[in-house]
């Protein structure tokens, strides 16, 4: 299901999501591994429009639990949840995501761009075709 709003077309209702990894950042010639998040345009491109790194999985993880919530959504019309005075917010949150079948980024899923899950798809789809002719 899709979501429609100031002419963009969104793929729920999250305004914005975030995927939480580990890469490689380079300072001063110097190469770390670093805990990544990445914040993408939550559309069918998946544009990136922010990124942050952590030394730590408990500093990334612990920043996403203190912002997370604040994505903005659609059928807020572009503000975020609405959370209950003396609720805690992340918990809040982690329910509101279930209930519509969503995940954090501190599940360590992905969000994955459609194009490049089609082009997944096309691939699986030829193998299948392949292996069915040996």
């Known amino acids: ?6 002419g963009e077309t969104y793929l729920d209702d999250r305004m914005y ?22 914040t993408y345009r939550n559309t069918a491109a998946l544009p990136p429009v922010r ?4 030394e730590t999985k408990e500093e990334a993880i612990d920043y996403v639990k203190e912002v997370e919530f604040q994505v ?5 019309h572009g503000t975020p949840l609405q959370i209950p005075e003396g ?10 995501l279930s209930e519509r079948g969503l995940f954090s980024a501190i599940t360590g899923y992905r969000h994955i761009p459609e194009h490049i899950k089609l082009q997944r798809e096309m691939r699986h789809r030829q193998r299948q075709r392949q292996s069915m002719k040996s």
């Open 87 to 96: 609720v805690d917010p992340w918990e809040y949150w982690m329910d509101w």
């Open 17 to 38: 999501v975030l995927n939480l990894g580990v890469g490689t950042v380079s300072q001063a010639g110097k190469k770390e591994t670093r805990y990544m998040l990445f």
């Open 51 to 54: 990124s942050d790194n952590f």
């Open 72 to 76: 903005p959504l659609v059928s807020n």
């Open 1 to 6: 299901m899709s979501f429609e709003f100031n």
